[in-house]
């Protein structure tokens, strides 16, 4: 089955900075899936690409799916306190009807 | 408002002692599952449900049971919990475009 490899691990950006999370597959991706987790709290859907070369938007948030389907990255804009958290990213396998696969997940703190 | 909860949020017990976590949902989803947060290991899906009365394993299933009786609950249920048990546990129901989760429940098996 395929694997998700998020990175970094962890990251610590200074309030206002820009910044970029990928998820990476060995095999192509049918569906990729964004979280987010804030501690203490449960996850929240940010974004779902699809299309090979699909790129989304919300608020500050941007996330892309390159035309091979195989990496997606998550970029954020002008990061502030509440970008804090765990960004979670899924995948969408499709030989097993709507079983997502995960990734890691990638800490992110923001320094104010 | 479009939900799934689950209960307890925390709970501390002890290995061998039986517990149930509940989860519900109020979109009429037919898909729901279970899965448990390690670190550095990410989600992985415990059990899976298609339906009521259909269920599945998923990628760690020993050590649990669930049932789906009526659409909306998915109880998940572990006969004789063990330390290595001790998680955050997401109960989450889902079309086929979003999955939507619970709130988390902390276990710790001690």
């Known amino acids: 089955s395929q694997e998700l490899e998020q990175s970094p691990q962890s990251l610590i950006v200074q309030e206002g900075k820009n910044l970029t999370i990928n998820c990476t597959s060995s095999k192509t991706l049918y569906g990729l899936y964004w979280y987010k987790q804030k501690y203490g709290e449960g996850l929240i859907f940010l974004m779902m690409l699809q299309k090979g070369g699909e790129e989304k938007s919300h608020e500050k948030i941007t996330a892309k799916l390159d035309e091979k389907k195989q990496q997606s990255s998550l970029h954020i804009t002008a990061s502030q306190p509440s970008h804090a958290g765990i960004y979670l990213c899924g995948a969408d396998e499709r030989d097993s009807n709507y079983q997502l696969i995960w990734g890691a997940g990638t800490k992110l703190i923001i320094k104010p | ?94 079309t086929n475009q979003e999955q939507f989760f619970g709130p988390g429940t902390r276990l710790t098996v001690l």
């Not at chain 2, 020993?62 to 009526?70: C, D, Q």
């Open chain 2, 1 to 94: 408002e479009a939900q799934v909860t689950q209960n307890p949020r925390y709970l501390i017990t002890v290995t061998g002692k039986k517990l149930t976590v509940t989860c519900s949902q109020n979109m009429n989803h037919e898909y729901m599952s279970w899965y448990r947060q390690d670190p550095g290991l990410g989600l992985r899906q415990i059990y899976y449900s298609m339906n009521v009365e259909v269920t599945d394993k998923g990628d760690v299933p020993e050590g649990y049971k669930v049932s789906r009786k009526e659409k909306r609950n998915f109880p998940l249920i572990l006969e004789s919990p063990s330390p290595n048990q001790t998680s955050l546990y997401y109960c989450a129901s889902s």
